[in-house]
């Protein structure tokens, strides 16, 4: 006789079961959209799925827009254009997380109307630019570049007294267009060839004026009186062509000017002019009005230095600010507050 199968009370049913994986939180999916440090790319891999651009080349708007599709954050360099369109593109996208202090290459009021935060990294560059605005400084004062080139070309012969004779630093005027964090570093630092300070602004600063021995005076002043005019400002509608023609004829003939800020805060065509006649020593450009284009008049001439926007290109200074972009982007995405919010007021929009 057959024996009825019985399923003993003793076993456990659950020895029967099937195993259930225990359920895990979808990683929130981000887009870096340039190499970064790996440093940066850990933070944001840790907490999100990210999709991470290996080569240092910037996307096509093309190709920005369909590696967008389905992310909720961005981590993205000045060198991408985020407008409008790329905005609207996504309605899921909560953060672009630029890696840089400025941020004119992404349309803010445009991305507050659409709920998504934008955040910089502000600080962190302070000190390795205003190293750099001295290394500028300092080049193009010194005709350090033209040295090289000389040597280089197996022309140098003997010392001579009157070869390569540039200005020096020492006891000058230093004329600041916008003293912010960088203003401020660069500043201290010209305490030590005892300058003298001129600075101008939107608003005055009595309480910098006071530490760092400084004068606020109007535009005019500043150009007339400074033997080396640095911009340090940010770019907007208001400082674009900030230098021009007009502005290029006040300035001494034996002065030198000096941009670490934005290219089309200078008038590039206006500045080769004053370069070619003479009406300005020299100038010493980290950026550019058209970057990577240079003005074509500007790679001809001897009396000025071009540096490809690397300012704040140490290997500490890059990787730090792409460190802090990438916790700002992990911030957002998983429902905080970053701490470099450039637009606050799209927290009353979401």
């Known amino acids: 006789m057959a024996i009825p199968y019985v399923v003993s009370s003793r076993i456990p049913v659950t020895a029967f079961s099937v195993p259930v994986e225990k359920a895990t939180p979808m990683k929130p999916k981000v887009l870096v959209t340039r190499m970064l440090p790996q440093a940066a790319v850990d933070l944001v891999s840790k907490q999100c799925h990210a999709e991470v651009n290996r080569r ?32 609207s593109s996504n309605p899921d996208l909560k953060v672009v997380s630029n890696v840089a202090v400025g941020y004119d290459n992404i349309d803010v009021p445009a991305a ?28 193009t004062a010194r005709r350090v570049v033209e040295g090289d080139r000389f040597v280089r070309a197996k022309k140098w012969k003997e010392w001579m007294l009157m070869g390569f004779l540039g200005r020096d630093l020492y006891g000058k005027t230093l004329g600041i267009c916008g003293l912010g964090r960088i203003g401020t ?73 000096i941009n670490v800020a934005r290219g089309p805060i200078v008038d590039e065509k206006a500045l080769v002019q004053a370069l070619k006649a003479k009406q300005i020593a020299g100038a010493g450009l980290d950026v550019f009005e058209r970057e990577p284009k240079v003005e074509p008049g500007l790679l001809r001439l001897q009396n000025v230095v071009l540096a490809p926007h690397i300012a704040s290109g140490s290997l500490e200074t ?30 009353e929009v979401k």
């Open 56 to 87: 240092d080349v910037r996307y096509t708007k093309k190709q920005l827009l369909q590696r967008l599709k389905g992310k909720v954050g961005m981590v993205c360099l000045l060198t991408d254009t985020i407008d409008a369109d790329v905005l």
């Open 112 to 139: 507050t109307r659409h709920g998504v935060m934008v955040t910089n990294t502000p600080g962190v560059l302070t000190e390795t630019t205003a190293d750099f605005t001295w290394a500028l400084i300092t080049a």
């Open 185 to 257: 570093a660069v500043a201290q630092r010209a305490q030590g060839f005892h300058m003298r300070i001129l600075y101008t602004q939107r608003n005055r600063d009595e309480a910098k004026e006071q530490a760092l021995k400084a004068m606020y005076v109007d535009k005019t002043t500043l150009l007339r009186e400074s033997d080396y005019v640095v911009i340090l400002m940010l770019l907007s509608p208001e400082t674009r062509h900030y230098i021009g023609r007009k502005e290029l004829q006040m300035m001494k003939e034996s002065a030198f000017l």
């Open 318 to 347: 890059r990787t730090k600010m792409a460190c802090m972009a990438a916790e700002n982007c992990v911030a957002a995405v998983t429902g905080r507050q970053p701490p470099n919010l450039v637009n606050p007021k799209v927290l």
